[in-house]
């Protein structure tokens, strides 16, 4: 199964609200990467935290890591419509190239 | 946004034709990479280079054939496109290192009729 796997994988929130989306892996890690990707368009790097961070601020996006969990999340505050696309969590696994969940959709509703 | 530039972004062509997706970066990154991915769905990688004259097969097994010639251009090459290679191929670029953040093009929405 995948190294790395998104939890939901679909969200819808009223504009306004958080949203909170997960990620887990299975082998230990350098670092983890949360990237947007607007429907019909590339991904776009948001965050990087390293192994030995627990919390990163950027914006409106605050990401976690517990490496004892093997997991990290992603938490968009106030969210806008604008915030719609799919979430993807990649992990730096050493030795090894990028792996990246299947992703999280989530729909902000106006 | 990165400056990392994939042409064509849409391309519907008929089966057994010989097929190049074009990506350039002007970032002097050496490690680049394509990735396959069915809309909605997680991504593949298919092939990558460390830098010039150096391609690696990917997690995926793809019938594709890339070159990388040029830091800047990292073209995939399939010679006789099939309905089975409907995708979007996406390419990227990151610095060298562990774990450096990588950078995409908008990608290319291959349809096999």
């Known amino acids: 199964s995948q190294q790395g796997e998104e939890d939901p994988q679909a969200l819808s929130i009223q504009e306004g609200e958080n949203a909170t989306m997960n990620c887990s892996y299975k082998t230990s890690i350098n670092n983890l990467q949360w990237y947007r990707q607007n429907s019909g368009r590339g991904l776009v790097h948001l965050i990087l935290?390293?192994?030995?961070?627990r919390e990163k601020h950027s914006g409106r996006l605050r990401v976690t890591l517990d490496t004892s969990k093997k997991s990290s999340s992603l938490l968009i505050t106030a969210s806008r419509a604008a915030d719609t696309a799919s979430y993807f969590c990649a992990t730096a696994i050493y030795g090894q190239n990028f792996v990246f969940g299947p992703g999280t959709r989530l729909s902000v509703l106006p | 946004e990165a400056d990392i530039y994939q042409t064509p972004r849409y391309l519907v062509i008929g089966t057994g034709k010989k097929i190049t997706l074009e990506c350039s970066q002007t970032?002097?990154?050496?490690?680049m990479y394509w990735y396959q991915q069915d809309p909605g769905m997680e991504l593949h990688l298919i092939h990558y280079?460390?830098?010039?004259?150096?391609?690696e097969k990917g997690d995926l097994s793809s019938e594709s054939t890339v070159s990388r010639i040029r830091t800047e251009h990292f073209p995939l090459t399939l010679e006789s496109a099939r309905p089975s290679h409907t995708s979007q191929y996406l390419c990227?670029?990151?610095?060298?290192?562990?774990?450096?953040?990588?950078?995409f093009g908008d990608g290319t929405r291959l349809s096999i009729l």
């Open positions: 935290i390293r192994s030995n961070e």
């Open positions: 970032m002097g990154h050496d490690k």
């Open positions: 280079s460390y830098g010039v004259n150096s391609t």
């Open positions: 990227a670029s990151s610095e060298s290192g562990l774990g450096q953040p990588q950078h």
